[in-house]
């Protein structure tokens, strides 16, 4: 407001008391902003090193040529991770396809049948399974699947993930559909809809930004995990045969940036520590890109 | 001498209807008829049960949890608390319109209108179209909004919205509308037109209104019932009660007394 001041004392305070008032307020703004710093400096620290050490080995080869064997890369042949990145889009967005119906059910569980006789026993088991281990959810999915069907594969890793995923997306559903003004539903009750259609219709819209946030924190955690994939998708040097059939890398031990990254860096070979690196800007950009379309898709509402 | 005029049908009817909440608050022993083509008001002082009691008539309460109601409440002679009774068909038949005005902020003006029938798997875009007109007609909307009915809802202004609402409500075709002070949160001109607007639809619709604003009972309602405490205090044609209440209680009220 600009308006006219009522009482004639001075705009600026002259008074010890209120230059106090005001160095503690500016006392709390650099406590707050030296928080961020705290925040933002490692992240910029690992970037900037990722990014130092890998860019030497991004090349065209990088994204068109499989590992093969460490013969390649120490004799100079061409050598690249493409079977890692095509495994992982295919893994990663697999376990998508399964976690987000299931997870944002579980969220429409959590949040809107709060009588139901499930809720308080979803909400413990989905909270457990938040804080479990990620190498136990692999460990997991190697006895349930992986030794059943007597093969690794990247669908065995698709579930790994889709479990990291579930209970993320489960508790953003919740936390995102809470946030929606009950008067909504008791609009869509009072017109004679059935409660779930309320729900789809009416409530989940209005949550869209909240669920696509929650789907997003999911999928660049479960990108980043290379634990589960260990015993279940394993890894794998090779491109399959027909390297554009998503099916190859389902059904067979597929590759994927996180795990691989890992068995580069333990690997005795300077060429591979480097190309591993590389894999890590790989890994961050698609990150970033994910965030970015999700970003997008989500402020077209507006 | 003209034949005596026959007996108004009875609408919708409780009795001995009592919500409890546990804590002593809520609505004791109501009994009341509503008749059709009539506009009911209810009015009392604030937390005296209007709300909880209109609420009770589209089975509202369900969804609340430690809310138990008891009694009877009658719609064309069926007990809409009876076992086996589906509270999805009673809502189909009694509609609400509520205090503040509750558009579905995602859906376009268009959308908003018809989501009773759509929503239920209604997809003939000739009968949609038309009953969208229609309902916006007599909520008095349609000139505003025809040229645009494909955008969001929830740019229309606060008055516009509530026509909305009530718009969405008669899309439905309800045989009672209930509403819940659906002008408080409206401005003088806003109000004017609900107010005009119960006026036409009662020929259609039976209405029950809630009301803090005494003279908008008394312009508009045929029949005001007084709530105090839970409980129906007096109950009888509006000019009556406005006039020559039987209980101390009514006449202090409609004075401006208490309240």
Known sequence: ?302 | MADPAPAPRIRMETRGLTVDYGNGRGVRDVSLRFEDRRVSALIGPSGCGKTTYLRALNRMHDLTRNVTVTGAALLDGEDIYAPGIDPVNVRRRIGMVFQKPTPFPTMSIFDNVVAGLKLVGVRDRDRLAAVAERSLRQAALWDEVADRLRSPAARLSGGQQQRLSIARALAVEPDVLLMDEPTSSLDPAATRRIEELVGELKEQVTIIIVTHNMQQAARISDVTTFFLDGEVVESGPTDLMFTNPTDERTEQYVMGRFG
């Open chain 1, 1 to 302: 407001m600009t308006g006219q001041r009522i009482s004639g004392g001075p705009v600026r305070g002259s008074g010890a008391n209120l230059r106090r008032r005001y160095l503690r307020d500016r006392v709390m703004l650099g406590l707050v902003v030296l928080a961020s710093l705290a925040v933002l400096v490692p992240l910029l620290i690992v970037v900037w090193y990722v990014v130092s050490q890998g860019l030497s080995a991004l090349d065209w080869d990088f994204f068109t040529q499989d590992l093969g064997s460490p013969t390649r890369a120490v004799t100079g042949r061409p050598t690249g991770l493409a079977q890692a990145i095509a495994g992982t889009l295919v893994v990663d967005l697999t376990a998508l396809l399964v976690a987000v119906p299931v997870g944002i059910g579980a969220g429409m569980m959590l949040a809107e049948y709060k009588e139901h006789r499930l809720n308080p026993l979803l909400r413990v088991l989905n909270d457990t399974m938040n804080g479990m281990p990620a190498i136990l959810k692999g460990l997991l999915i190697f006895t349930l699947v992986v030794r059943p069907s007597g093969t690794f594969s990247g669908f065995a890793g698709s579930l790994a993930l889709a479990i990291v995923m579930l209970p993320i997306i489960a508790r953003a559903t919740e936390g995102a559909l809470t946030l929606v003004p009950w008067s909504i539903r008791e609009a869509g009750l009072a017109l004679g809809l059935p409660r779930w259609r309320v729900i789809l219709a009416a409530v989940l819209p209005v949550a869209r930004p909240g669920l696509v946030t929650g789907v997003l924190i999911a999928f660049a955690r479960a990108a980043g995990e290379a634990a589960p994939l260990l015993l279940t998708s394993l890894g794998s040097n090779f491109l399959p045969r027909d390297p554009w059939n998503p099916l190859e890398y389902l059904t067979k031990a597929a590759d994927t940036l996180p795990q691989r990254l890992y068995s580069l860096a333990v690997s005795p070979y300077e060429q591979w520590h480097a190309m591993g690196w590389a894999a890590g800007i790989v890994l961050l950009l698609l990150v970033v890109v994910v965030f970015l379309v999700g970003r997008l898709l989500t402020r077209r509402d507006h």
